[in-house]
């Protein structure tokens, strides 16, 4: 799946279900747990990240907080785990 | 705020290690924690009432919240006290780096009696700057950097702040208040990086009172009300709660706590910080909760005691769905309890399921420090009382004529005892109405008493009378959670002519298809015609304060915007968006 699908997917997600459809209330650099995602929102975020792109986020990976320090990282992360899975 | 110079360094050190020296409270300390370790060796050869050891406990507590490292520092100084993320602090380093941040405080133009604010998220960077603030006796003013601009604003006009600090490390949201300030960026001692505001000039100087009647804490609530109020919780407060809890727990030096609770708030600062470092124990930092994470921590730093909100153990049970678990389990793990909002019977059993322990619950407001009742390890509940009274404290319950209300009623809840603040910062008035002339302090909340276990039936105020029918909300919102699909609600009164009506907002789980109607049948099943909600709201996420608890006045407001037919059968579907 191409990088910016990606990042298209993972931004229509978190302005959907967080920022109330505000898509200019998402920030690039803004860290999303914590800003975007609160704690009741973590497990929804995986759950979306397992579901659409057939991946597994171990728990250690959510120990590592660049993994979710932007948008861009999270798609980053994404793509990692795509490829490892190839 | 630049570099301090090293004279006024090593005459503030040379200060401090005299007072320390001196001070009775300083030798106090020493006094209550060896009596701590005596009395839990006793207590693990026989049985015995905590109750009893209060005034002896209540005799030695030291003067200062900072005095709590100080006997672990001298006796046990290679321990460590706090872990955040891969570093450690021993004793010894966090009573060094609490001296040195005195002494750049000092040399800040922060003066005993100033208030100075926190805006923070756990990290040790507020754990050394809260002790330092204590130490020189100015007011820390703890503020959740997850509030909004709005908020930080109001707190800030009104405490007038000599100094905000940001602990910009450990947190992305004080960055951006600081950002927002106009903050300077520091890095003074060694737990990094934290941003400074501007000096306030105007702050008024204030004379130090006598010790019982300092301040340690200022914490703002807006409560479920909006209004913020500045509840000043005196060292004695504080440390008294901390003391107990730890005894109830029987916390030594070997456990280790789980510090995911906001320090900024009156559980995680008394119960959790305090009662870990009185105690010589370790606390385990973390900024914010997510069950994956805090399932790493449990398993790899072998944690003993976790302290959290009944919205963390339903994250705990999301993660076992998402995971498809049926049990976690952690050997090390011996007490697990839950405060700051009502836990719900199923959430309770699901947890306990799931851990394979008993989930301990408890019941406070910032007000009292905040403990008033609590489960005790060797008495676990199978029901969601909140305990026994807290030792030491006092309570009683009254109905609407402040007339005591009979053995087994629900009544008012009223708290005396030496967990009650001191009052409310700059509003006498407020004060008051709160505290009577003979020490009681009015919760607000309905509870009733059974056989020395506290069970609180809700807010006075949200009492809803239908029909002449006296309905808790507490229950019917009991009932809509133990629907499968239903991930919180929230009921409310709304008035209508010479009546009041029963209104539930409902949150389902993620992918639920579940419908009002389908509530409306579930409610139809287990209540009483008169409980039953006539409207039912479905949303997507709740209004709440940071502590979880549901902020039910912005429900009301948005109940009274709606184009409610409440009398009227409940529609099929009917969403809204929060």
């Known amino acids: 799946m191409p990088t910016a699908n990606i990042e298209h997917e993972i931004r229509s997600f978190l302005v959907n279900n967080f920022l109330f459809g505000r898509a200019d209330a998402l920030r690039d650099n803004e860290s999303l747990l914590g800003n975007v995602v609160d704690s009741t929102g973590t497990i929804e975020l995986v759950m979306f990240l397992q579901d659409r792109f057939g991946i597994t986020v171990e728990d250690e990976e959510m120990t590592i907080p660049e993994n979710f320090s932007s948008v861009k990282n999270l798609t980053a992360f994404v793509e990692k785990k795509l490829t490892s899975q190839q | 705020m630049n570099s301090i110079p090293w004279s006024v360094k090593i005459a503030t050190l040379k200060n ?22 005596g009395l839990q060796g006793r207590m693990a050869s026989r049985a015995m009432a905590i109750e009893d050891d209060v005034p002896e406990i209540l005799n030695s507590l030291p003067v200062r919240i900072s005095d709590a490292v100080s006997y672990w520092a001298e006796h046990s100084p290679d321990r460590p006290a706090l872990v955040e993320g891969s570093s450690t602090w021993t004793y010894r380093q966090l009573a060094s780096s609490v001296i040195r941040t005195s002494a750049w405080l000092l040399a800040s133009s922060v003066r005993p009696g100033d208030r100075v604010m926190l805006v923070c998220e756990n990290c040790r960077a507020f754990v050394a700057i809260l002790f330092a603030l204590s130490d020189i006796d100015a007011w820390p003013v703890l503020v959740n950097a997850r509030l909004s601009a709005r908020e930080v604003g109001e707190i800030q006009n009104h405490c007038s702040a000599r100094r905000v600090i940001y602990t910009t490390d450990a947190s992305s949201q004080a960055a951006e208040h600081a950002n927002r300030h106009g903050a300077i960026m520091e890095n003074p001692v060694d737990w990094g990086t934290v941003a400074v505001g501007a000096l306030n000039e105007t702050a008024p100087e204030m004379n130090v009172p006598e010790p019982a009647q300092r301040v340690a804490a200022l914490i ?5 009300t909006g209004t913020p109020k500045g509840i000043m919780l005196s060292h004695r407060n504080l440390l008294f709660v901390a003391a107990v809890s730890a005894r109830i727990r029987s916390l030594t030096p070997d456990d280790r706590l789980c510090g995911i609770l906001p320090m900024s708030h009156a559980v995680g600062l008394s119960v959790v910080l305090l009662g870990t470092l009185l105690s010589g124990a370790t606390l385990h930092l973390s900024p914010r909760f997510d069950p994956m994470t805090a399932r790493t921590v449990l398993e790899r730093d072998r944690i003993t005691v976790m302290l959290g909100a009944p919205v963390i153990f339903s994250q705990f049970l999301q993660y076992a769905k998402l995971r498809a678990l049926k049990v976690l389990r952690f050997p090390a793990l011996r ?6 909002a009502p836990l719900d019977s199923e959430i309770k059993s699901e947890v306990e399921n799931l851990f394979g322990m008993v989930l301990h619950n408890g019941y406070g407001v910032t007000e009292c420090s905040p403990n008033i009742a609590s489960t005790r390890v060797e008495e676990p509940r199978t029901d969601t009382s909140v305990g026994r009274v807290f030792p030491g404290v006092e309570v009683k319950l009254i109905d609407r004529d402040g007339q005591p209300v009979a053995n087994g009623e629900v009544g008012e809840l009223l708290v005396r005892g030496p967990n009650v603040m001191k009052g409310y910062y700059r509003a006498p008035e407020e004060t008051a109405a709160a505290i009577d002339a003979e020490g009681w302090f009015r919760t607000r909340d309905l509870a009733r008493l059974e056989d020395g276990n506290l069970f609180i039936v809700g807010r006075a105020k949200e009492l809803i009378v239908r029909s002449g029918f006296s309905v808790y909300p507490a229950e019917v919102e009991s009932v809509l959670n133990s629907h499968p699909q239903v991930a919180q609600s929230a009921v409310i009164g709304q008035p209508v002519k010479g009546n009041e009506e029963v209104v539930a907002f409902v949150q389902l789980l993620p992918g639920s298809s579940l419908t009002v109607a389908d509530l409306a049948e579930y409610s139809a099943q287990h209540l009483a015609s008169y409980k039953r909600p006539s409207e039912i709201l479905l949303v997507a996420t709740m209004p709440a304060t940071l502590t979880g608890k549901i902020m039910k006045d912005e429900l009301r407001k948005m109940a009274q915007n709606l184009p409610v037919e409440l009398n009227g059968p409940a529609p099929a579907t009917k969403q809204m968006k929060l």
């Not at chain 2, 409270?25 to 209550?32: D, I, L, P, Q, T």
């Not at chain 2, 703002?220 to 479920?224: E, L, V």
């Not at chain 2, 007490?335 to 700051?340: A, D, L, V």
């Open chain 2, 16 to 37: 401090w290690h005299l007072r320390s020296l001196k001070r009775r409270e300083y030798f106090a300390m020493s006094a209550f924690q060896e009596q701590l370790i």
């Open chain 2, 335 to 340: 007490i697990i309890s839950s405060s700051g």
């Open chain 2, 220 to 224: 703002y609530t807006s409560g479920t």
